[in-house]
């Protein structure tokens, strides 16, 4: 968000998306591996993209997207974990961006087992010692984790 407001839920982001567009019903017939979708210029109509309900400028999820730079504190705290891990999830990822796939890379380096969770190929299906295709949705909620 412009305003550096982060505090929205996934679910308060479809309200407002929904309260700000609701006449826009367009559905894919196709969703990728990484749960993108392709719309044409004329599904996409007059949607309007929602606005921060603090300042009503621009949200941007807290995410990075492909071409941006992951931030470095992000980057430094992840390699962090990896070194304190003795295994590798990758949970809804098809590892095409260096910055997601070279963690699968130090894991290798590591020689820690990596398990990945994706519908569709991943970047790392050759790394994994375990792979399955499926929704993270229906499987992750059936993971138990022992630390």
Not at 15 to 30: A, D, G, R
Not at 84 to 100: C, I, N, P, W
């Amino acid at each position: 968000v412009d305003c550096g407001y982060k505090s929205l839920t996934r679910e308060e982001l479809q309200e407002i998306i929904l309260k700000q567009n609701p006449n826009w019903t367009v559905q894919s017939n196709t969703i990728n591996p990484d749960a993108d979708v392709h719309l044409t210029e004329d599904q996409l109509g007059d949607f309007q993209p929602p606005r921060c309900p603090r300042c009503s400028g621009r949200i941007k999820p807290d995410v990075t997207f492909f071409g941006d730079n992951v931030d470095r504190r992000l980057v430094d705290f992840l390699k962090e974990q990896l070194s304190k891990s003795d295994s590798v999830l990758v949970a809804g990822s098809s590892l095409e961006v260096m910055s997601s796939y070279r963690f699968i890379l130090a894991a290798q380096q590591l020689k820690m087992p990596i398990a990945i969770i994706n519908i569709g190929r991943t970047r790392g299906d050759h790394a994994a010692q375990l792979k399955i295709s499926t929704r993270c949705g229906l499987i992750l909620p059936h993971i138990e984790i022992n630390s």
